[in-house]
């Protein structure tokens, strides 16, 4: 019918897409959490599990209605179509079981016990078997399409997810996403032929029809891992820019497009090579290809919606600019990034412009305004045929650096009257980084009469104080392209100065340090006189005491 049916999991429905208007036909029930639905394409039914529940909905592709909901184990998964016998095989990953349907009269014909945790499910036409991945049990159970029994069960890494097929060799991809490894098993033997290291967390791969190779996504690490078909060796570890998910291929241009799970774009890949990075919604999830019109649908996790990227063929060279951030303070630093996408994929030229004066030949590179005012950014790249376009112009707006706040040092003082002085301070804080000259400073004081001040140095004066006795505040203003910021007033209090005249108080105490003097030397001159008298006291009695004996 050239539909799409997405599987809207939190609202318990499915939205069924018309390829040929990129439209909304229909949304129609489903069961608790519906998953990737399955299509029969021998009776043109799609079959829905429901990951939350015990079901799978039955939708007839003809006339887009549901007609049945068949009973299964508990929280079924993804299913695989097996072609030979026209059965449908749902693994229930609570049940630890796989539930076969007959697409011929929409019923269950067996329940076959796996292992603990089976998620998913894979055909293999050339020997009829079915491969399903069991979590929890560490093991690929193989099914035999033909008894419906379960023909092997295979060892490999620890977390087994969906494997991938390779129709050239017949060989299995199982990752493993514990052990962060790619488990082979021959489609021959039901052996494992080979085990090998990927990047963290690895989920199910794409196969890549033009060069045999197998493209292995991780949702741990921003990269893909290339493994050749031919021999099973890494060929390549591609950064994604995100930690990514399944991939899909689209025959008609060769690409590998791969969703980035943790951002909001798509990485292209052609061979070992990833040419462009498309904007799409947030968070998006394994892209489907559509043969009919060559499209590549991407649904996108948290934005509820489905990006469509052309697909089939020759794509313009395009480039979108990013600028981050894109306002700010002067001595603004700008992160840029070009996003190219099509041409021939490989691009030889980038050529900046920042509107400052400013030019760079990176594809990212950073560059820092240091004067207010509106600049237009743009950037321009070649692929290797010598076609060029050039991005929209990215504004970059700069504002000037204001003062917040002024502080001065220190926060009060007490001197005494006359020729006592104090330095103080000030200390400026920005809106960013302040400059090292531009600030005007007034200091100023509420009396003028009880003291004078130094003439401005940049950030410091000094007080001194005058003849007269009191309490008065000191401000400084400080003034920078246009603003003014005053700060909170400081307290100086100036005491009384000594009027002892000087031949009484010699040492210049001032009056409460001389009399302090005079009164510890009267002090001193008592005790030495009650001392003496005791002396003389007890000497008078040893004399008499003498003469008694």
Not at 520 to 528: D, I, L, Q
Request: charged share 10%; net charge negative; glycine share 8%.
């Amino acid at each position: 019918m050239g539909y799409l049916y997405v599987a809207n999991s939190f609202d318990n429905t499915v939205s069924v897409i018309d390829g040929a208007s990129d439209t909304v036909l229909k949304t129609l029930p489903a069961g608790a959490f519906p998953e990737t639905p399955t299509y029969d394409p021998a009776n043109g039914n799609m079959y829905i599990p429901d990951l939350n529940g015990t079901s799978v909905t039955v939708v007839d592709g003809a006339s887009v209605s549901v007609i049945a909901t068949l009973s299964v184990g508990v929280h079924p998964y993804v299913g695989a179509y097996d072609a030979g016998n026209g059965f449908l095989y749902f693994p229930d990953f609570s049940s630890s079981s796989v539930t076969v349907i007959t697409g011929a009269t929409n019923s269950v014909v067996a329940t076959i016990p796996v292992g603990v945790g089976p998620t998913g499910a894979t055909y293999d036409p050339a020997n009829g078997d079915i491969y399903v991945p069991n979590v929890y049990s560490d093991t690929v159970s193989v099914l035999n399409g033909t008894s419906n029994t379960v023909a092997a069960t295979v060892a490999v890494g620890q977390h087994p997810y969906t494997p991938l097929y390779d129709p050239v060799n017949g060989d299995l991809y199982v990752p493993c996403y514990v052990s962060n490894n790619v488990t082979v098993i021959s489609g021959t033997t039901n052996r494992v032929v080979a085990n090998i290291d990927v990047k963290r967390q690895p989920t199910t791969p794409a196969f890549d029809a033009m060069d045999e190779d197998i493209y292995v996504p991780s949702n741990g690490d921003p990269y893909v891992t290339v493994l050749s078909g031919k021999t099973s060796q890494v060929l390549a570890q591609i950064p994604s820019g995100s930690t990514s998910y399944t991939p899909t291929y689209d025959p008609q241009n060769g690409n590998v497009y791969v969703p980035n799970y943790r951002a909001t774009n798509v990485s292209v890949i052609l061979g070992i090579t990833r040419f462009a990075v498309i904007p799409v919604g947030n968070t998006p999830t394994t892209p489907t290809f559509d043969p009919r019109n060559g499209n590549i649908y991407v649904a996108n996790w948290y934005s509820n919606n489905v990006s469509v990227i052309p697909g089939g063929g020759f794509v313009p060279l395009s480039v979108q600019a990013i600028a981050s951030p894109p306002s700010g303070p002067a001595w603004l630093k700008v992160n840029f990034t070009a996003l190219p996408f099509g041409g021939t994929g490989f691009y030889t030229r980038w050529a900046w412009s920042f509107g400052n004066g400013g030019t760079s030949a990176l594809q990212n590179p950073n560059v820092t305004y240091s004067r207010p005012g509106t600049y237009e950014a743009r950037v321009n790249v070649t692929d290797n045929t010598s076609a060029t376009n050039q991005s929209n112009p990215l504004r970059i707006t700069v504002t000037n650096i204001t003062i917040k706040s002024v502080q001065v040092t220190p926060t009060q003082a007490t001197v005494g009257e006359g020729s006592t002085s104090v330095a103080f301070e000030a200390t400026v804080v920005c809106t960013y980084l302040c400059p090292t000259t531009h600030f005007g400073y007034l200091w100023w004081l509420d009396r003028p009469a009880l003291g004078t001040l130094a003439s401005p140095l940049s950030s410091s004066t000094t007080f001194r104080a005058g003849n007269i006795v009191g309490l008065l505040f000191l401000t400084v203003n400080v003034t920078m392209n246009g603003t003014t910021v005053s700060s909170a007033p400081i307290s100086i209090s100036i005491v009384p100065a000594s009027t002892v005249p000087w031949w009484l108080n010699p040492l210049g105490l001032g009056l409460p340090g001389f009399l302090a003097l005079v009164a510890g030397a009267v002090a001193g001159v008592f005790v030495a006189y009650l001392c003496y008298r005791r002396w003389r006291q007890s000497h008078r009695r040893t004399k008499d005491l003498m003469k008694e004996i």
